[in-house]
Protein backbone atom coordinates (compact mmCIF):
# COMPACT_ATOMS: atom_id res chain seq x y z
CA UNK A 1 0.00 0.00 0.00
CA UNK A 2 0.96 3.30 -0.90
CA UNK A 3 -0.04 6.22 0.83
CA UNK A 4 0.19 9.98 -1.08
CA UNK A 5 -0.17 12.69 0.53
CA UNK A 6 0.24 16.56 -0.46
CA UNK A 7 -0.27 19.74 1.96
CA UNK A 8 -0.41 22.62 0.08
CA UNK A 9 -1.59 26.71 0.22
CA UNK A 10 -3.34 28.02 -2.53
CA UNK A 11 -2.98 31.99 -4.07
CA UNK A 12 -6.95 32.17 -2.54
CA UNK A 13 -7.77 34.25 0.07
CA UNK A 14 -9.50 31.49 2.70
CA UNK A 15 -13.18 31.36 2.34
CA UNK A 16 -13.59 32.75 -0.93
CA UNK A 17 -15.19 30.96 -4.32
CA UNK A 18 -11.95 30.27 -5.90
CA UNK A 19 -11.01 28.72 -2.51
CA UNK A 20 -13.83 26.22 -2.67
CA UNK A 21 -13.91 25.92 -6.74
CA UNK A 22 -10.39 23.98 -6.81
CA UNK A 23 -11.26 21.88 -3.16
CA UNK A 24 -14.53 20.88 -5.72
CA UNK A 25 -11.85 19.87 -8.49
CA UNK A 26 -9.72 18.54 -6.43
CA UNK A 27 -12.23 16.28 -5.15
CA UNK A 28 -12.52 14.68 -8.55
CA UNK A 29 -9.45 13.02 -8.93
CA UNK A 30 -10.96 10.55 -6.53
CA UNK A 31 -12.61 9.31 -9.92
CA UNK A 32 -9.52 7.99 -11.03
CA UNK A 33 -9.07 4.15 -11.31
CA UNK A 34 -6.95 2.95 -8.83
CA UNK A 35 -7.43 5.72 -6.31
CA UNK A 36 -8.60 4.82 -2.66
CA UNK A 37 -9.46 6.22 0.90
CA UNK A 38 -9.47 9.75 -0.71
CA UNK A 39 -9.83 12.45 1.59
CA UNK A 40 -9.16 16.42 1.47
CA UNK A 41 -7.78 17.63 4.63
CA UNK A 42 -8.12 20.97 6.34
CA UNK A 43 -4.84 22.13 8.39
CA UNK A 44 -5.19 23.28 11.83
CA UNK A 45 -1.63 23.36 13.15
CA UNK A 46 0.10 26.48 13.04
CA UNK A 47 3.29 24.77 12.92
CA UNK A 48 3.73 25.39 9.35
CA UNK A 49 2.11 27.40 6.41
CA UNK A 50 -0.04 24.63 4.87
CA UNK A 51 -3.67 25.45 4.77
CA UNK A 52 -4.98 22.24 3.25
CA UNK A 53 -3.81 18.29 2.21
CA UNK A 54 -4.98 15.51 0.11
CA UNK A 55 -4.40 12.06 0.97
CA UNK A 56 -5.11 8.91 -0.85
CA UNK A 57 -3.76 5.33 -1.17
CA UNK A 58 -3.03 2.86 -3.76
CA UNK A 59 -1.76 -0.85 -3.68
CA UNK A 60 0.93 -0.71 -5.27
CA UNK A 61 3.55 0.90 -7.41
CA UNK A 62 1.63 0.17 -10.71
CA UNK A 63 -1.72 1.57 -9.31
CA UNK A 64 0.08 4.83 -8.61
CA UNK A 65 2.08 5.51 -11.65
CA UNK A 66 -1.43 4.68 -13.66
CA UNK A 67 -3.27 7.51 -11.47
CA UNK A 68 0.24 9.86 -12.20
CA UNK A 69 0.12 9.52 -15.82
CA UNK A 70 -3.94 9.16 -16.20
CA UNK A 71 -5.00 12.29 -18.69
CA UNK A 72 -7.08 13.86 -15.86
CA UNK A 73 -4.46 13.97 -13.16
CA UNK A 74 -2.10 15.61 -15.68
CA UNK A 75 -5.03 17.91 -17.02
CA UNK A 76 -5.61 18.73 -13.37
CA UNK A 77 -1.62 19.25 -12.34
CA UNK A 78 -1.42 21.62 -15.90
CA UNK A 79 -4.19 23.40 -15.75
CA UNK A 80 -5.47 24.04 -11.92
CA UNK A 81 -2.37 23.21 -10.01
CA UNK A 82 0.05 25.08 -10.99
CA UNK A 83 -1.69 28.33 -11.38
CA UNK A 84 -3.55 27.89 -8.37
CA UNK A 85 -1.56 26.51 -5.68
CA UNK A 86 1.05 28.60 -4.01
CA UNK A 87 3.21 26.29 -2.10
CA UNK A 88 3.25 22.51 -0.96
CA UNK A 89 4.94 19.11 0.25
CA UNK A 90 3.93 15.90 -1.24
CA UNK A 91 5.55 12.87 0.65
CA UNK A 92 4.55 9.14 -0.59
CA UNK A 93 5.32 6.10 1.81
CA UNK A 94 4.52 3.05 2.77
CA UNK A 95 4.29 1.42 5.87
CA UNK A 96 7.32 0.31 7.46
CA UNK A 97 8.58 -2.96 9.52
CA UNK A 98 11.73 -3.09 10.68
CA UNK A 99 13.49 -6.40 11.65
CA UNK A 100 12.86 -7.37 14.87
CA UNK A 101 16.06 -8.36 16.44
CA UNK A 102 17.02 -10.26 19.81
Do not use: C
Amino acid sequence: MIVHSVFFRLNHEAGTEAERMFLSKIAELSNIPGVENFQTLKEVSPKNSFSFGLSMEFSNQEAYDSYTAHPDHVRFVQEVWMQEVAEFQEIDYIQYHPQIQP
